[in-house]
């Protein structure tokens, strides 16, 4: 193979920056969708074991719908579907005005896409509590609402750490896509270097050690939240 | 104060009580008795609404458990529950587990909270351990502070399913002193339990239910010493004899 190895590109100012930048895009998405896939992921996951049971099917169909349609087609029915089936006045602003454009519907499609899954390891969390301690919560005169805030989450969450870690480097993963409705995250910005510099081994390495480096990062938060989370002597339902 | 009239229930077409009709008054000590699957769990959970019934009306201190229209929280946090697996918040100290209805519920400040919380386990012995997570204690340990923190709410009354049937051996006893202490100061109970000591010695009357149905409903020393009806007589012979 004739290859011409050039690490040294990477730190050329103008690539460096490039990369810098595709960082805290990257960043920028993960974490705003991630405040969205928390917030709507907790509220359906929830909702799905509410005895409401029109409140439950409709969380129900919303996880459907969301986690089982390719997030590269979500992403594409938000920045070129949706501007097109709101009102004119709407569509237009969407296409011309809305500031960011791209960044704002990655962080919409990928935070709705993974509030689905979310919503799903909460459920999970919650239905492993066990009946039991909701009927002692509720003999306890606690209101549904102070259940779910005082017994039924709090034990929930810590339960579900390791799964909700797993999302949270998912998303790190997934924000790539948003490449493809142009947005210059890390893996489009180590595209770019490639293509510019013909230095794609190069790139593309600077890329992987970056995710790699942010999932280790992850783990390690998880290892320390679960630590500190940690219910002595509970092992959860048995 | 607490009055059964006419209760059924079904789970499905699977009939869990049927016609049930008994009462408990003020001070009164209630034990409810019979074979596995005979629906005492279920009756008693009937009591403070955790399980709604078909038919028939459940009254508690004046207040109609079974109508649509009653506040049933309010209802229950007035009647204190102790489950055979004791359902301690297990992410709460022992502590936090008898704060949490009272300053919730019932509005009570921490001081205040704490101070009970600290009274009533002292009263079980149980001082020394406030700090602990029910992970870290013994079942009977647990199962003393679940009762502690279901008078931590004033109850009128105290219902008990099988408080002692998870335990072992040697721990039942430590839970049924404090629950004959409790009926000796009066408290009105109803207690599911196999524990015919504990009937014989503090209970003023024992149901005894089979298939859905109240088949006995005696003051204790007629209900031990002449069973009527043969499926008690049966039941007696099986529990007294081993
Ligand atoms: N949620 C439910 N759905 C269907 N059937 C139920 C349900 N809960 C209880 N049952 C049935 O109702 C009957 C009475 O149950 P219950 O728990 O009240 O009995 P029990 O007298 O408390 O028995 P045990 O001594 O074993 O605790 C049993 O046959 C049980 O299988
Ligand atoms: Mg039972």
Request: aromatic share 8%; charged share 20%.
């Given at each position: 193979?004739?290859?011409?190895?050039?690490w040294?590109?990477?730190?050329?100012e103008q690539y460096?920056?490039w990369?810098?930048?595709?960082?805290?895009?990257?960043?920028?998405?993960a974490?705003s969708?991630?405040?969205?896939?928390?917030?709507?992921?907790?509220?359906?996951g929830?909702?799905?074991?509410?005895?409401?049971?029109?409140?439950?099917?409709?969380?129900?169909?919303?996880?459907?719908?969301?986690?089982?349609?390719?997030?590269?087609?979500?992403?594409?029915?938000?920045y070129?579907?949706?501007?097109?089936?709101v009102?004119?006045?709407?569509?237009r602003?969407?296409?011309?005005?809305m500031?960011n454009?791209?960044?704002?519907?990655?962080v919409?499609?990928?935070g709705?896409?993974?509030?689905s899954?979310v919503a799903?390891?909460?459920r999970?969390?919650?239905?492993a509590?066990g009946?039991?301690?909701?009927?002692?919560?509720?003999?306890?005169?606690?209101?549904t609402?102070?259940?779910y805030?005082?017994?039924?989450?709090?034990?929930?969450?810590r339960?579900?750490?390791p799964?909700?870690?797993s999302?949270?480097?998912?998303?790190?993963?997934?924000?790539?896509?948003?490449l493809?409705?142009?947005?210059?995250?890390?893996?489009?910005?180590?595209?770019q270097?490639?293509?510019y510099?013909?230095?794609?081994?190069?790139?593309?390495?600077a890329a992987?050690?970056?995710?790699v480096v942010?999932?280790?990062?992850?783990?390690?938060?998880s290892?320390i939240?679960e630590?500190h989370?940690?219910?002595?002597?509970?092992?959860?339902?048995? | 104060m607490?009055s059964?009239e006419n209760?059924s229930?079904?789970y499905?077409?699977?009939?869990?009580?049927?016609?049930c009709t008994?009462?408990?008054?003020?001070?009164?000590?209630v034990?409810?008795?019979?074979?596995?699957?005979?629906?005492?769990?279920?009756?008693?959970?009937?009591?403070?609404?955790?399980?709604p019934?078909?038919?028939?009306?459940?009254?508690?201190?004046?207040?109609?458990?079974?109508a649509?229209?009653?506040?049933?929280?309010?209802?229950r946090?007035r009647?204190?529950m102790?489950?055979?697996h004791?359902?301690?918040y297990?992410?709460?100290?022992?502590r936090?587990?008898?704060?949490?209805?009272?300053?919730?519920?019932?509005?009570?400040?921490?001081?205040?909270?704490n101070?009970?919380?600290e009274?009533?386990?002292?009263?079980?012995?149980?001082l020394a351990?406030?700090e602990?997570?029910?992970?870290?204690l013994?079942?009977?340990?647990?199962?003393?502070?679940?009762?502690?923190r279901a008078?931590?709410?004033?109850p009128?009354?105290?219902?008990?399913?099988?408080?002692?049937?998870?335990l072992d051996?040697?721990?039942i006893?430590?839970v049924?002193d404090?629950?004959v202490?409790?009926?000796?100061?009066?408290?009105?109970?109803?207690?599911?339990?196999?524990?015919m000591?504990f009937?014989?010695k503090v209970?003023?009357?024992v149901?005894?239910?089979?298939?859905?149905?109240?088949?006995e409903?005696?003051?204790?020393?007629a209900?031990?010493?002449?069973?009527?009806?043969?499926?008690?007589?049966e039941?007696l012979s099986?529990?007294?004899?081993?």
């Amino acid at each position: 193979m004739n290859y011409n190895w050039n690490w040294g590109v990477l730190f050329e100012e103008q690539y460096l920056d490039w990369l810098i930048s595709g960082v805290g895009w990257t960043f920028a998405v993960a974490l705003s969708a991630w405040v969205i896939a928390l917030i709507v992921g907790i509220m359906i996951g929830v909702g799905r074991t509410l005895p409401t049971k029109p409140i439950a099917h409709i969380c129900a169909a919303y996880v459907e719908l969301f986690r089982n349609v390719p997030l590269l087609v979500q992403l594409f029915l938000w920045y070129f579907v949706m501007p097109e089936v709101v009102s004119d006045d709407l569509g237009r602003w969407m296409k011309r005005d809305m500031p960011n454009p791209e960044f704002v519907t990655a962080v919409i499609g990928l935070g709705l896409y993974t509030a689905s899954r979310v919503a799903e390891q909460v459920r999970a969390g919650i239905n492993a509590v066990g009946g039991g301690l909701v009927s002692a919560a509720y003999a306890g005169g606690l209101s549904t609402a102070q259940t779910y805030r005082f017994v039924l989450l709090p034990i929930a969450f810590r339960l579900i750490v390791p799964p909700l870690t797993s999302e949270f480097l998912t998303i790190f993963k997934n924000s790539s896509l948003a490449l493809t409705i142009g947005l210059l995250e890390l893996t489009a910005q180590s595209q770019q270097i490639a293509e510019y510099t013909f230095q794609g081994f190069e790139a593309y390495t600077a890329a992987t050690v970056i995710y790699v480096v942010i999932a280790l990062g992850a783990t390690l938060i998880s290892h320390i939240l679960e630590k500190h989370t940690r219910i002595p002597g509970y092992v959860g339902k048995g | 104060m607490i009055s059964i009239e006419n209760v059924s229930k079904w789970y499905g077409d699977f009939q869990v009580l049927a016609n049930c009709t008994s009462k408990v008054d003020k001070g009164e000590v209630v034990v409810v008795c019979g074979p596995s699957g005979s629906g005492k769990s279920t009756l008693i959970k009937c009591v403070n609404g955790l399980e709604p019934v078909q038919r028939g009306t459940i009254t508690v201190e004046g207040t109609e458990v079974t109508a649509k229209r009653t506040n049933l929280t309010k209802l229950r946090s007035r009647i204190g529950m102790v489950f055979q697996h004791f359902e301690l918040y297990p992410h709460m100290s022992v502590r936090e587990n008898l704060c949490l209805g009272q300053q919730k519920v019932l509005g009570r400040s921490r001081d205040e909270a704490n101070a009970k919380a600290e009274a009533l386990i002292d009263r079980v012995d149980m001082l020394a351990h406030i700090e602990k997570f029910p992970g870290q204690l013994s079942g009977g340990q647990q199962q003393r502070v679940a009762i502690s923190r279901a008078l931590a709410m004033d109850p009128i009354a105290m219902l008990f399913d099988e408080p002692t049937s998870a335990l072992d051996p040697e721990m039942i006893n430590e839970v049924l002193d404090v629950m004959v202490e409790l009926a000796q100061d009066g408290m009105t109970m109803m207690v599911v339990t196999h524990e015919m000591g504990f009937a014989r010695k503090v209970a003023d009357r024992v149901v005894f239910m089979d298939a859905g149905a109240i088949v006995e409903d005696r003051e204790t020393e007629a209900f031990f010493g002449n069973p009527e009806s043969d499926r008690a007589k049966e039941f007696l012979s099986k529990i007294l004899n081993h």
